[in-house]
């Protein structure tokens, strides 16, 4: 097996240290937050009616508040959320607002491909309307249409670019760039070419995003009550009540957006894992740091190894380094505790100083974990309950900042019982396979992983446990 550049060129265990030496666990988006987007809302108490009840405070959920706001002036809707709003997975990932729906173009190829000229249009429709919300409601979460880079770091990743700019080339948004080039746009001595897809991804504040729909969503005349756990749902043929140990409501349809948390539905609780995901930031950049490393685009940048890194500047230029150890712990847990793995985060700030060996002595201020809902298809996965009374979507795998918003529109659209191109599209009408109970999931999972790190150290080439689960259409991704 050979070294990957991250081991050949690994920066001095001091720089390290030095770095992390003040750093502080804590979520970097949720901390730099003015005060008036985080009002203490209320607990759910005694028992309320509604026509649209919603589960979950995050992007799915507050995306389908605001578009239920516009399909139904008038109408009562009440979202409830465990912890506070945006406190999950929407308050802490990178900031990566892609078009894609299907996780990637490769991803969508291999499972939908008569399909992919659709959801492609959609995935852009759905990039557009994100980006048009911001004048449309009045909001500012940190929009930047920058697009994304894709850069080869080892040599047998050349050929993926070629081949990607080849089924590429009538596509005047996705550029190749040559290594020249690509150390032009972003000056690290990792890149050895680039694929620049200029139109297709978006960055953003991911905390005020959420904060923002929140506000609107309030001011729309959605009540909003925040550390209220739903513990379980009844239904009748006439309406659903969602239950908190603290009160009820009692509506004629419910939307479930629990993400990465175990689903209140029995037929859901193997489809998904948790994902732990490692992020780092930067203090802010000087004027000859920022220089020295160009990036005058500002693109999102993610490698093309399996086991891969991803970062971006924010608006007063701090840069966000995270990926690369994705882990899963035993029994499918969510909890705090496995935020704190401190190897994970000395080994992106290594990362960090091999991709930029000209930011050495540049701090980290915060280090921070969160855990992703991956399903084995690597996005999300829809459908209803309860005689069509609950809609659920989940599944996002990470890539669920900008296709959120169409899962909100897909969930409302089953529950009106809808049919259009969105609810007939095979990936919506489809579900994955379930991942298996355990011990079978930790086992398949840390083999999956283990594989992976070993194709990115043999050429990219995949040994036949990556191969079977290719040809079954299953994965394992964060």
């Known amino acids: 097996m050979g070294t990957t550049v991250f081991e050949r060129a690994r920066p001095a265990a001091s720089i390290v240290a030095h770095s992390l030496a003040d750093t502080e666990l804590s979520v970097f988006w949720r901390d730099d937050l003015p005060a008036d987007l985080l009002p203490d809302r209320p607990t759910l108490r005694a028992e309320h009616e509604a026509d649209l009840v919603i589960v979950g405070g995050g992007y799915t959920g507050l995306w389908t508040a605001l578009e239920a706001t516009e399909r139904m002036p008038g109408a009562r809707i009440v979202l409830i959320e465990a912890q506070r709003v945006g406190w999950g997975a929407s308050g802490r990932n990178g900031g990566f607002c892609e078009s894609s729906l299907t996780h990637g173009r490769e991803n969508g ?5 008569d399909e992919m000229p659709a959801l492609e249009r959609l995935g852009l429709a759905n990039l557009d309307a994100i980006e048009a919300s911001e004048a449309k409601y009045g909001m500012d979460f940190q929009f930047e249409r920058t697009g994304q880079l894709a850069p080869a770091v080892e040599p047998h990743q050349l050929q993926w670019l070629r081949d990607w700019r080849d089924e590429t080339a009538e596509d005047d948004d996705v550029v190749y760039l040559d290594q020249a080039a690509v150390r032009a746009e972003v000056a690290s001595p990792t890149y050895l070419a680039g694929i620049w897809e200029t139109r297709e991804c978006g960055m953003l504040h991911p905390a005020r995003l959420a904060a923002e729909l929140a506000r609107v969503v ?11 756990r739903v513990t379980h749902l009844q239904t009748t043929d006439h309406d659903v009540t969602v239950v908190t140990d603290g009160g009820r409501v009692r509506a004629e349809h419910a939307v479930l957006a629990t993400n990465v948390f175990p689903s209140l539905l029995k037929r859901n609780r193997l489809m998904t894992v948790p994902v ?3 992020v780092l930031m930067t203090e802010p950049l000087s004027a000859d740091q920022l220089a020295s490393i160009g990036w005058k685009n500002r693109q999102g940048i993610g490698d093309m190894a399996n086991q891969f890194h991803y970062y971006r500047l924010t608006r007063d230029n701090r840069i966000l380094f995270g990926g690369y150890d994705a882990v899963y712990h035993f029994g499918r847990k969510v909890r705090p505790e496995y935020e704190d793995r401190m190897s994970s985060h000395e080994m992106l700030a290594s ?9 050495e002595g540049l701090r980290f201020t915060h280090r921070w974990a969160g855990a992703i809902d991956s399903s084995t298809q690597f996005t999300a996965f829809f459908g209803t309950a309860r005689k069509r009374r609950v809609a659920y979507a989940a599944g996002f795998t990470g890539l669920g900042v900008g296709s959120t918003r169409f899962a909100a529109d897909v969930m409302l659209d089953l529950l ?5 191109e969105r609810t007939e599209l095979e990936m919506v009408r489809k579900r994955p396979v379930p991942f298996p109970p355990e ?3 930790a ?3 840390n083999a999956t992983r283990w594989s992976m790190d070993r194709a990115d150290h043999n050429q990219g080439k995949r040994n036949l446990l990556l191969k079977t689960l290719d040809a079954l259409g299953l994965g394992f991704d964060s």
């Not at 190829?109 to 491909?113: G, T």
């Not at 309030?218 to 209220?228: A, K, T, W």
């Open 416 to 420: 009106a019982g809808v049919k259009n």
């Open 351 to 359: 990362h960090f100083f091999t991709t930029f060996p000209q930011l």
């Open 218 to 228: 309030e001011e729309r005349g959605v009540e909003i009550f925040e550390r209220s």
């Open 276 to 278: 732990y995901d490692y």
């Open 443 to 445: 086992i398949g999972i």
């Open 109 to 113: 190829l291999a499972r939908w491909p």
């Open 439 to 441: 011990p079978a999931a």
